[in-house]
Protein backbone atom coordinates (compact mmCIF):
# COMPACT_ATOMS: atom_id res chain seq x y z
CA UNK A 1 0.00 0.00 0.00
CA UNK A 2 3.08 2.19 0.61
CA UNK A 3 4.24 1.46 -2.98
CA UNK A 4 0.97 2.10 -4.15
CA UNK A 5 0.82 5.77 -2.73
CA UNK A 6 4.04 6.53 -3.80
CA UNK A 7 3.30 5.50 -7.63
CA UNK A 8 -0.12 7.99 -7.53
CA UNK A 9 2.07 10.39 -6.54
CA UNK A 10 4.62 9.67 -9.64
CA UNK A 11 1.66 9.53 -12.16
CA UNK A 12 -0.83 12.26 -11.01
CA UNK A 13 -3.94 11.04 -12.85
CA UNK A 14 -4.69 8.83 -10.32
CA UNK A 15 -8.14 9.31 -9.79
CA UNK A 16 -10.66 9.87 -12.44
CA UNK A 17 -11.43 13.58 -13.17
CA UNK A 18 -7.42 14.09 -13.60
CA UNK A 19 -7.00 11.01 -15.97
CA UNK A 20 -9.88 11.74 -17.81
CA UNK A 21 -8.58 15.59 -18.16
CA UNK A 22 -5.15 14.30 -19.33
CA UNK A 23 -6.55 11.64 -21.55
CA UNK A 24 -9.21 14.24 -23.24
CA UNK A 25 -6.17 16.47 -23.51
CA UNK A 26 -3.79 13.76 -25.27
CA UNK A 27 -1.40 12.80 -23.07
CA UNK A 28 -2.89 8.77 -23.31
CA UNK A 29 0.72 7.57 -24.21
CA UNK A 30 2.49 9.02 -21.92
CA UNK A 31 0.43 7.76 -19.03
CA UNK A 32 1.29 4.39 -20.79
CA UNK A 33 4.85 4.53 -21.12
CA UNK A 34 5.29 5.82 -17.30
CA UNK A 35 2.98 2.79 -16.28
CA UNK A 36 4.88 0.54 -18.20
CA UNK A 37 8.12 1.91 -16.88
CA UNK A 38 7.05 1.46 -13.34
CA UNK A 39 6.01 -2.20 -13.78
CA UNK A 40 9.40 -2.67 -15.60
CA UNK A 41 11.34 -0.98 -12.31
CA UNK A 42 9.25 -3.48 -10.11
CA UNK A 43 10.39 -6.65 -12.19
CA UNK A 44 13.90 -5.71 -11.55
CA UNK A 45 14.26 -5.25 -7.77
CA UNK A 46 12.29 -8.65 -7.61
CA UNK A 47 14.51 -10.37 -10.09
CA UNK A 48 17.51 -8.15 -8.37
CA UNK A 49 16.43 -9.54 -4.34
CA UNK A 50 16.03 -13.61 -6.04
CA UNK A 51 20.06 -12.68 -7.44
CA UNK A 52 21.16 -11.53 -4.46
CA UNK A 53 20.12 -15.28 -2.32
CA UNK A 54 22.03 -17.53 -3.50
CA UNK A 55 20.77 -20.40 -2.07
CA UNK A 56 17.01 -19.80 -3.97
CA UNK A 57 16.38 -22.41 -6.59
CA UNK A 58 13.14 -22.31 -7.31
CA UNK A 59 10.52 -19.27 -8.28
CA UNK A 60 6.67 -19.69 -6.95
CA UNK A 61 4.34 -17.28 -8.11
CA UNK A 62 0.43 -17.15 -7.19
CA UNK A 63 -2.16 -14.88 -7.56
CA UNK A 64 -6.06 -14.43 -8.07
CA UNK A 65 -7.80 -15.15 -11.50
CA UNK A 66 -6.68 -12.45 -14.42
CA UNK A 67 -3.59 -11.19 -11.72
CA UNK A 68 -1.12 -11.70 -14.86
CA UNK A 69 0.87 -14.47 -13.12
CA UNK A 70 1.39 -15.72 -16.59
CA UNK A 71 2.62 -12.71 -17.97
CA UNK A 72 5.01 -12.03 -14.61
CA UNK A 73 6.45 -15.25 -15.07
CA UNK A 74 7.73 -14.87 -18.27
CA UNK A 75 9.48 -10.68 -17.69
CA UNK A 76 10.26 -12.05 -14.58
CA UNK A 77 11.97 -14.55 -16.22
CA UNK A 78 13.67 -11.84 -18.76
CA UNK A 79 15.52 -9.76 -15.75
CA UNK A 80 16.42 -12.93 -13.90
CA UNK A 81 18.42 -13.56 -17.26
CA UNK A 82 19.99 -10.17 -17.46
CA UNK A 83 20.83 -10.37 -13.48
CA UNK A 84 22.65 -14.12 -15.25
CA UNK A 85 21.20 -16.49 -14.33
CA UNK A 86 19.34 -18.72 -16.48
CA UNK A 87 15.35 -19.17 -15.46
CA UNK A 88 13.84 -22.98 -16.53
CA UNK A 89 9.93 -22.36 -16.54
CA UNK A 90 8.02 -25.16 -15.79
CA UNK A 91 4.11 -25.73 -15.29
CA UNK A 92 2.29 -26.73 -11.91
CA UNK A 93 -0.61 -27.63 -14.37
CA UNK A 94 1.99 -31.06 -15.48
CA UNK A 95 1.61 -32.23 -11.83
CA UNK A 96 -2.42 -32.65 -11.87
CA UNK A 97 -2.74 -36.43 -10.63
CA UNK A 98 -4.93 -38.56 -13.25
CA UNK A 99 -8.39 -37.31 -14.12
CA UNK A 100 -9.42 -40.71 -12.66
CA UNK A 101 -8.08 -39.71 -9.03
CA UNK A 102 -9.07 -36.42 -8.93
CA UNK A 103 -11.39 -35.78 -5.69
CA UNK A 104 -14.77 -34.68 -6.16
CA UNK A 105 -16.71 -31.38 -4.43
CA UNK A 106 -19.86 -31.56 -2.51
CA UNK A 107 -21.35 -31.76 -6.25
CA UNK A 108 -19.85 -35.07 -7.22
CA UNK A 109 -18.22 -33.00 -10.03
CA UNK A 110 -14.13 -33.17 -10.19
CA UNK A 111 -12.55 -30.45 -8.03
CA UNK A 112 -9.50 -29.18 -9.77
CA UNK A 113 -8.75 -26.44 -7.73
CA UNK A 114 -7.93 -28.15 -4.54
CA UNK A 115 -4.60 -28.84 -3.58
CA UNK A 116 -5.23 -32.90 -3.26
CA UNK A 117 -5.65 -32.27 -7.66
CA UNK A 118 -1.88 -32.08 -7.58
CA UNK A 119 0.35 -34.86 -6.93
CA UNK A 120 2.26 -33.18 -4.15
CA UNK A 121 4.63 -36.18 -3.37
CA UNK A 122 5.36 -36.73 -7.03
CA UNK A 123 6.35 -32.57 -7.47
CA UNK A 124 8.30 -33.04 -3.95
CA UNK A 125 10.40 -36.19 -5.18
CA UNK A 126 11.50 -34.32 -8.59
CA UNK A 127 11.95 -30.91 -6.94
CA UNK A 128 14.38 -32.86 -4.33
CA UNK A 129 16.06 -34.63 -7.31
CA UNK A 130 17.15 -31.66 -8.84
CA UNK A 131 18.24 -29.66 -6.06
CA UNK A 132 20.21 -33.13 -5.28
CA UNK A 133 21.96 -32.28 -8.80
CA UNK A 134 19.91 -35.58 -9.94
CA UNK A 135 18.20 -35.71 -13.33
CA UNK A 136 14.74 -36.23 -13.65
CA UNK A 137 11.65 -36.96 -16.53
CA UNK A 138 9.69 -33.98 -16.88
CA UNK A 139 5.88 -34.58 -17.45
CA UNK A 140 3.34 -33.41 -19.36
CA UNK A 141 -0.59 -33.36 -19.01
CA UNK A 142 -2.61 -34.46 -21.54
CA UNK A 143 -5.96 -32.52 -20.45
CA UNK A 144 -8.10 -34.80 -23.20
CA UNK A 145 -6.92 -37.55 -21.89
CA UNK A 146 -6.74 -36.76 -18.15
CA UNK A 147 -3.09 -38.22 -17.98
CA UNK A 148 0.04 -37.67 -17.34
CA UNK A 149 2.54 -38.31 -20.13
CA UNK A 150 6.23 -38.80 -20.54
CA UNK A 151 7.90 -38.16 -23.95
CA UNK A 152 11.71 -38.47 -22.91
CA UNK A 153 12.18 -34.60 -21.63
CA UNK A 154 15.11 -34.88 -19.33
CA UNK A 155 16.11 -32.09 -17.31
CA UNK A 156 19.04 -31.76 -14.65
CA UNK A 157 19.99 -28.61 -12.59
CA UNK A 158 23.08 -26.47 -13.33
CA UNK A 159 25.00 -24.11 -11.58
CA UNK A 160 22.85 -20.65 -12.56
CA UNK A 161 20.01 -22.46 -13.27
CA UNK A 162 17.04 -21.04 -11.40
CA UNK A 163 12.88 -22.82 -11.70
CA UNK A 164 10.22 -20.67 -12.23
CA UNK A 165 6.62 -22.50 -11.36
CA UNK A 166 3.51 -20.14 -10.84
CA UNK A 167 -0.09 -21.45 -10.41
CA UNK A 168 -3.25 -20.92 -7.44
CA UNK A 169 -1.60 -23.02 -4.83
CA UNK A 170 2.15 -21.87 -5.22
CA UNK A 171 2.30 -20.00 -1.60
CA UNK A 172 0.67 -22.95 0.48
CA UNK A 173 3.65 -24.87 2.54
CA UNK A 174 1.55 -27.85 1.90
CA UNK A 175 3.07 -27.60 -2.03
CA UNK A 176 6.70 -27.94 -0.86
CA UNK A 177 6.78 -29.65 2.69
CA UNK A 178 10.22 -31.52 1.57
CA UNK A 179 11.77 -28.07 -0.12
CA UNK A 180 14.10 -26.14 2.20
CA UNK A 181 12.17 -22.12 2.62
CA UNK A 182 16.09 -20.98 1.71
CA UNK A 183 15.71 -22.80 -1.51
CA UNK A 184 12.15 -20.87 -2.50
CA UNK A 185 11.35 -17.17 -3.09
CA UNK A 186 7.57 -17.04 -3.47
CA UNK A 187 5.81 -13.74 -5.21
CA UNK A 188 2.18 -12.82 -5.16
CA UNK A 189 0.97 -11.50 -7.77
CA UNK A 190 -2.76 -9.27 -7.33
CA UNK A 191 -3.98 -5.96 -8.34
CA UNK A 192 -4.16 -3.08 -6.00
CA UNK A 193 -6.01 -0.57 -8.11
CA UNK A 194 -4.15 2.68 -8.41
CA UNK A 195 -7.78 4.29 -9.95
CA UNK A 196 -9.51 6.30 -7.49
CA UNK A 197 -13.23 7.68 -7.80
CA UNK A 198 -12.81 10.26 -5.13
CA UNK A 199 -10.34 10.98 -2.28
CA UNK A 200 -11.51 8.57 0.01
CA UNK A 201 -12.85 6.02 -2.74
CA UNK A 202 -10.87 3.88 -5.39
CA UNK A 203 -12.26 1.23 -7.81
CA UNK A 204 -12.69 -2.49 -6.54
CA UNK A 205 -9.56 -4.17 -7.46
CA UNK A 206 -11.68 -7.03 -8.37
CA UNK A 207 -13.66 -5.10 -11.33
CA UNK A 208 -10.17 -4.93 -12.77
CA UNK A 209 -9.51 -8.74 -12.85
CA UNK A 210 -13.33 -9.13 -13.71
CA UNK A 211 -13.32 -7.07 -17.10
CA UNK A 212 -9.87 -8.85 -17.82
CA UNK A 213 -10.92 -12.15 -18.05
CA UNK A 214 -14.27 -11.27 -19.18
CA UNK A 215 -12.05 -9.54 -22.64
CA UNK A 216 -9.46 -12.29 -22.83
CA UNK A 217 -12.02 -15.27 -22.64
CA UNK A 218 -14.61 -13.63 -25.35
CA UNK A 219 -11.82 -13.12 -27.59
CA UNK A 220 -9.46 -16.19 -26.63
CA UNK A 221 -11.51 -19.17 -25.13
CA UNK A 222 -15.18 -18.23 -26.74
CA UNK A 223 -16.80 -17.50 -23.28
CA UNK A 224 -19.56 -15.14 -23.30
CA UNK A 225 -19.49 -11.99 -21.48
CA UNK A 226 -22.25 -13.37 -19.40
CA UNK A 227 -20.79 -16.77 -18.61
CA UNK A 228 -17.85 -15.14 -17.22
CA UNK A 229 -19.79 -13.08 -14.94
CA UNK A 230 -22.46 -15.76 -13.82
CA UNK A 231 -18.85 -17.77 -12.96
CA UNK A 232 -17.13 -15.12 -11.35
CA UNK A 233 -18.43 -15.42 -7.40
CA UNK A 234 -17.36 -19.02 -7.49
CA UNK A 235 -14.27 -18.06 -8.74
CA UNK A 236 -13.86 -15.92 -5.70
CA UNK A 237 -14.72 -18.05 -3.55
CA UNK A 238 -12.02 -20.27 -4.84
CA UNK A 239 -9.45 -17.72 -4.38
CA UNK A 240 -10.71 -17.14 -0.63
CA UNK A 241 -10.38 -20.65 0.10
CA UNK A 242 -7.13 -21.72 -1.40
CA UNK A 243 -5.35 -18.52 -2.61
CA UNK A 244 -5.79 -15.79 -0.44
CA UNK A 245 -5.02 -17.23 3.06
CA UNK A 246 -1.34 -17.68 2.15
CA UNK A 247 -0.62 -14.62 0.75
CA UNK A 248 1.37 -13.50 3.73
CA UNK A 249 3.94 -15.71 3.03
CA UNK A 250 5.48 -14.37 0.12
CA UNK A 251 8.55 -12.65 -0.54
CA UNK A 252 7.51 -10.08 -2.68
CA UNK A 253 4.57 -8.39 -3.95
CA UNK A 254 3.88 -7.56 -7.66
CA UNK A 255 0.72 -5.07 -8.29
CA UNK A 256 -0.34 -5.84 -11.92
CA UNK A 257 -2.42 -2.81 -12.06
CA UNK A 258 -1.93 -0.23 -14.21
CA UNK A 259 -3.49 3.59 -14.23
CA UNK A 260 -4.51 3.62 -18.18
CA UNK A 261 -6.15 0.21 -17.90
CA UNK A 262 -9.84 0.87 -17.29
CA UNK A 263 -10.07 3.91 -19.91
CA UNK A 264 -8.02 0.92 -22.38
CA UNK A 265 -10.32 -1.63 -21.42
CA UNK A 266 -13.41 0.57 -21.71
CA UNK A 267 -13.24 -0.35 -25.69
CA UNK A 268 -13.29 -3.65 -25.36
CA UNK A 269 -15.65 -4.30 -22.15
CA UNK A 270 -18.33 -1.96 -23.38
CA UNK A 271 -19.47 -3.52 -26.46
CA UNK A 272 -19.38 -6.98 -24.73
CA UNK A 273 -21.43 -5.98 -21.76
CA UNK A 274 -23.96 -4.25 -24.17
CA UNK A 275 -24.74 -7.70 -25.47
CA UNK A 276 -26.40 -9.23 -22.03
CA UNK A 277 -29.98 -8.83 -22.02
CA UNK A 278 -32.06 -7.08 -19.52
CA UNK A 279 -33.87 -11.27 -18.82
CA UNK A 280 -30.25 -12.04 -17.49
CA UNK A 281 -29.24 -13.15 -14.04
CA UNK A 282 -26.27 -11.37 -14.85
CA UNK A 283 -27.79 -7.93 -16.00
CA UNK A 284 -27.45 -6.27 -12.27
CA UNK A 285 -23.70 -6.94 -12.48
CA UNK A 286 -23.26 -5.84 -16.45
CA UNK A 287 -25.54 -2.84 -15.49
CA UNK A 288 -22.89 -1.69 -12.46
CA UNK A 289 -19.99 -2.36 -14.48
CA UNK A 290 -21.27 0.16 -17.51
CA UNK A 291 -21.92 3.04 -15.00
CA UNK A 292 -18.98 2.50 -13.91
CA UNK A 293 -16.88 2.62 -16.87
CA UNK A 294 -18.93 5.44 -18.89
CA UNK A 295 -17.27 7.58 -16.58
CA UNK A 296 -14.40 7.37 -18.17
CA UNK A 297 -13.29 8.87 -21.44
CA UNK A 298 -11.78 6.07 -23.63
CA UNK A 299 -8.73 5.85 -25.00
CA UNK A 300 -8.29 6.11 -29.13
CA UNK A 301 -7.00 3.01 -31.11
CA UNK A 302 -3.57 5.03 -32.01
CA UNK A 303 -2.89 5.20 -28.45
CA UNK A 304 -3.46 1.90 -27.61
CA UNK A 305 -0.98 1.11 -29.88
CA UNK A 306 1.94 2.63 -27.51
CA UNK A 307 1.18 -0.54 -25.30
CA UNK A 308 3.88 -2.46 -25.39
CA UNK A 309 4.26 -6.39 -26.62
CA UNK A 310 5.48 -7.27 -23.36
CA UNK A 311 2.82 -5.55 -21.09
CA UNK A 312 0.09 -7.22 -18.34
CA UNK A 313 -2.51 -6.08 -20.11
CA UNK A 314 -1.43 -7.64 -24.09
CA UNK A 315 -2.22 -11.12 -21.75
CA UNK A 316 -5.82 -9.95 -22.17
CA UNK A 317 -6.18 -8.07 -25.39
CA UNK A 318 -4.44 -9.69 -27.45
CA UNK A 319 -0.96 -8.56 -29.42
CA UNK A 320 1.73 -9.91 -27.09
CA UNK A 321 5.49 -10.71 -27.92
CA UNK A 322 4.56 -13.91 -25.96
CA UNK A 323 3.03 -17.30 -26.10
CA UNK A 324 0.32 -18.66 -23.74
Known amino acids: MKELAIWRNLMRDNDIVTLNQAIAAGQGRRIIHLSETLHEHRYSEIANEIASRESVRFVLIAGPSSSGKTTSSKRLALHLLVDGLNPIVLSLDDYFVNRVDTPLDKNGEYDFECLEALDVDFLNKQLSQLIAGEEIEVPHYDFAAGERRFSGEKYRMKERDIIIMEGIHALNPKLTP ?8 RIYVSVLTPLAIDHTTT ?15 NQFRGTSPESTIMRWPSVRAG ?14 LFNSALVYEMPMLKCY ?20 LLEMIRTLIAMTPVETKNIPPTSIVREFIGGSGFSY
Open 203 to 217: MFASDYRLLRRMVRD
Open 178 to 185: LIADENMF
Open 239 to 252: EAKYILPYKNNADA
Open 269 to 288: AEPLLQTIPATSPAYGEALR
